[in-house]
């Protein structure tokens, strides 16, 4: 019995470096991206269009998307947290460059986190998204939405599924590309994802794809993928040994490992089109970039 293959988005290059407490460099970032798209990745979150004072991790932004290498069958994705970001990512395009090709935009599913992280309230982000995705999308620039905090908020606590699901149908009304769904924090369990995302499928009802973005700090994101799995999710982001964290959220850790979800999933007769043995070796060559091991328990065990 063939199972339906998965699409992994690597978010390694952002959401894995930006909590890094030493600069990385331009030319370290685009080597790691280039080793990447060696391994398989087809989709990677390469920046964020943010002030630098907020995540100075970001701060190279252009530069980076400006020295990325053009491959037909890769798409690059530019997180933006408001419409100067959308307008950030369409100058990386201008004069015939390259560029991004997916704004990543994102909601947050609680006020008070909302307000720290992005300064809206879960109504104003809803608003500021539905025009990002249109202006996006008129000015010839793909986009995705991502519902962040959607398992549960460090500052609220729980997240009421019917939020989620309130954003979803609105946000759902400008026809992004996708929908994911964010753990940011890591406080979901399988059962939780399953019956959230089983509930957003029944709301999309196949007209919007589905992507899943878990975070590890409780120990539960791999298990979570499989859940996710299971409610029919087949788009996972992931970061190359497991590095990540959110800068406003306290105490968050790193997205579930590649490396993990790749072996987990092939192991079960899912395809990815990722080889593992390379991204192990992308793994301990970072390590040896940042003078530690990555807490991918994969490839630590290789």
């Not at 419409?83 to 090709?101: F, H, Q, S, V, Y």
């Not at 992308?282 to 040896?288: Q, S």
Request: net charge negative; aromatic share 6%; with cysteine.
């Amino acid at each position: 019995m063939s199972h339906p293959a998965i699409e992994l988005v690597e978010v390694g290059p952002r959401d894995g470096l930006q909590n890094e407490p030493d600069i990385i460099s331009t030319e370290d970032k685009l080597a790691l991206i280039n080793r990447m798209i060696d391994y398989g990745a087809k989709r990677l979150e390469v920046a964020s269009f943010v002030h630098p004072k907020r995540v100075p991790q970001m701060a190279d932004a252009e530069d980076v998307i400006a020295g990325l290498p053009d491959h037909d069958d890769v798409t690059y994705i530019g997180l933006t947290l408001n419409k100067r970001g959308i307008m950030r990512g369409l100058a990386t395009r201008e004069g015939g460059k390259r560029g991004i090709d997916q704004a990543g935009c994102v909601i947050v599913a609680s006020d008070t986190f909302g307000q720290k992280n992005q300064g809206q309230t879960i109504a104003e982000g809803v608003e500021e998204n539905r025009q990002m995705i249109r202006f996006a999308k008129a000015e010839g620039l793909r986009a995705q939405v991502m519902i962040s905090a959607a398992f549960g908020c460090p500052f609220e606590g729980a997240v009421k599924p019917e939020t989620v699901l309130q954003i979803a149908e609105e946000l759902a009304a400008e026809e992004p590309e996708e929908i994911a769904l964010a753990d940011t924090i890591g406080v979901g369990v399988p059962q939780q994802v399953f019956d959230l995302f089983s509930k957003l499928s029944e709301l999309l009802d196949g007209r919007i794809p589905m992507r899943c973005h878990f975070h590890d700090t409780r120990g539960t994101g791999i298990a979570n993928a499989w859940a996710a799995y299971q409610a029919d999710v087949r788009v996972f982001d992931a970061s190359l040994g497991g590095l990540g964290g959110c800068p406003f959220a306290p105490n968050a850790t790193g997205n579930i490992a590649t490396e993990d979800l790749i072996y987990m999933m092939e192991r079960s007769g899912i395809a990815s089109g990722i080889s593992l043995d390379e991204a192990i070796a992308t793994n301990h060559w970072f390590g040896a970039k940042l003078d530690r091991k990555l807490p991918s328990l994969v490839a630590r065990a290789a």
